[in-house]
């Protein structure tokens, strides 16, 4: 089961809100990432987990901060977006932690499709 | 860092005919990984294909194969009896060995015509 589920579906929200997009993969997997993913455009990685640690921060303004409470559920908590945060976010995962640059195949969710009003 | 080039934004093609998407890169590294994605409008990013670039036989998946030329940091998809369900939005995909990342085209929206 190569399955990657991400809650909620769509979510609008308010520029002084709080709220959490959810991932979560039962592979087994030890590697999680967040994309950013305008229309028509490809995703753009924003942070990528190794073994529950935060490896890879492309720097996302601090207004994303990402979670991961154990090895297959990821956060991505929000607060105070901007307008041009909307955007289709995009949940992966990987077999492997980031070691040794092998390139281990991404899972992806179907995203959480976000609007900032 | 690495650059990947889909030169189609968008191709049409009759179904049940094959169709040839285009997809170049610039590397100087030797050993890598390159990837054919689908993004159908459901939004779910899919993994059509994968090919290591020390193998030098082309990868294939059922109606899905890949014409990989090394030396011309070529990697294009080639879709057989094309089927109403293969239209989305295909990527192509390089990973970028220093930085640990996917490296992703800007993408070609493939139609299928009935």
């Known amino acids: 089961d190569t399955e990657v589920t991400q809650t909620p579906k769509h979510l609008v929200m308010g520029m002084t809100n709080k709220k959490s997009l959810k991932c979560e993969q039962h592979m087994g997997h030890r590697a999680m990432y967040w994309y950013k993913q305008k229309a028509k455009k490809p995703p753009e990685l924003m942070f990528v987990?190794?073994?529950?640690?935060?490896?890879i921060n492309e720097s996302v303004p601090s207004r994303f901060s990402p979670e991961c409470p154990n090895s297959s559920l990821l956060n991505l908590h929000l607060h105070a977006l901007q307008p041009e945060d909307s955007a289709l976010y995009l949940c992966?995962?990987?077999?492997?932690?980031?070691?040794?640059?092998?390139?281990?195949?991404?899972?992806f969710g179907p995203g959480t499709r976000l609007t900032v009003l | 860092a690495q650059t990947v080039t889909q030169s189609q934004p968008e191709m049409s093609v009759q179904e049940a005919e094959t169709v040839t998407l285009s997809c170049t890169y610039d590397t100087s590294e030797s050993d890598y990984y390159l990837f054919w994605y689908k993004q159908p409008p459901s939004r779910q990013m899919i993994l059509v294909i994968r090919?290591?670039?020390?193998?030098?036989q082309n990868a294939t998946e059922n109606r899905f194969s890949v014409n990989f030329q090394k030396a011309a940091k070529s990697f294009s998809l080639k879709i057989s009896d094309s089927q109403l369900g293969d239209a989305a939005m295909y990527f192509c995909a390089y990973w970028e060995k220093g930085a640990q990342k996917l490296v992703f085209g800007q993408g070609t929206r493939l139609t299928i015509n009935p």
């Open positions: 992966a995962s990987s077999q492997r932690g980031l070691a040794g640059g092998s390139a281990d195949t991404q899972y």
């Open positions: 987990y190794s073994y529950e640690k935060l490896s």
């Open positions: 090919q290591e670039a020390y193998k030098q």
